[in-house]
């Protein structure tokens, strides 16, 4: 069965700090995956997706970047990280076809101080 | 631009009550709609629909959808604390893309 870590939980980082959070996806292949930001417990907002190694898009202009280094490997990264950044992001997979829905990671809750 | 709206955004209520959630949408390429429940951390899959008037039913939880009214409701009866969550409505479109709603938060008091 297909399995999605995402680390780490929770993370408490300076203004201006880098960021590096990590999704791994087990017991499938070429998956699309996804981030997500969600602030104040609510709505989810699409950052980037990627439907294949190296394919990354962008949904909003910010100051996040992701990359997808092998097939089941998605990386959100900031090189300065804002106070706006903080909220819960969580990362998804799904097959190429919507209609099975998407399985989420557990979170990451980032916290910029 | 993909739209999709919750109401009530947030709903407070008694143990044993029944509540109803509503989703509407504004969509190109609609594919699907899905209900998401979410307690601390990851939301968890309840309901994916694609055909107007069959309802999905899980227990005490039941969705509808209404493909001509563009619109979807969540029903949960006889609640229980358990069920105190967010609940996101999620539209599905071409090229696996979910447009999220923004949530209900769902209180159940004993």
């Known amino acids: 069965s297909q399995t999605i870590h995402q680390w780490p939980a929770t993370l408490v980082q300076p203004v201006g700090s880098p960021l590096s959070l990590e999704c791994t996806v087990e017991?499938?292949?070429?998956?699309?995956l996804y981030w997500y930001r969600q602030a104040a417990g609510r709505g989810l907002q699409l950052l980037f997706y990627s439907v294949g190694i190296g394919q990354i898009s962008s949904e909003v202009p910010q100051n996040l970047s992701a990359s997808r280094p092998q097939d089941r490997q998605f990386i959100l990264s900031s090189k300065k990280l804002l106070l706006s950044d903080s909220g819960f992001y969580l990362c998804?997979?799904?097959?190429?076809?919507?209609?099975?829905?998407?399985?989420f990671g557990s979170g990451t809750r980032l916290t910029v101080v | 631009e993909d739209k999709v709206v919750q109401s009530p955004l947030s709903l407070v209520v008694h143990e044993g009550d029944t509540v109803t959630l509503n989703c509407s949408y504004e969509?190109?390429?609609?594919?699907?709609l899905l209900w998401y429940k979410q307690e601390k951390k990851a939301p968890t899959f309840l309901f994916m629909l694609?055909?107007?008037?069959i309802e999905k039913k899980s227990g005490r939880l039941s969705s509808i959808l209404d493909k001509k009214e563009l619109f979807s409701i969540l029903n949960i009866t006889a609640t229980q604390t358990g069920d105190s969550a967010v609940y996101l409505c999620?539209?599905?479109?071409?090229?696996?893309?979910?447009?999220f709603g923004e949530g209900t938060q769902l209180t159940v008091n004993p």
């Open positions: 999620a539209v599905g479109t071409s090229g696996s893309r979910l447009t």
């Open positions: 998804a997979w799904s097959f190429s076809q919507v209609n099975y829905g998407y399985t």
């Open positions: 969509v190109t390429n609609f594919r699907s």
């Open positions: 017991g499938t292949s070429n998956p699309n």
């Open positions: 694609t055909s107007s008037g």
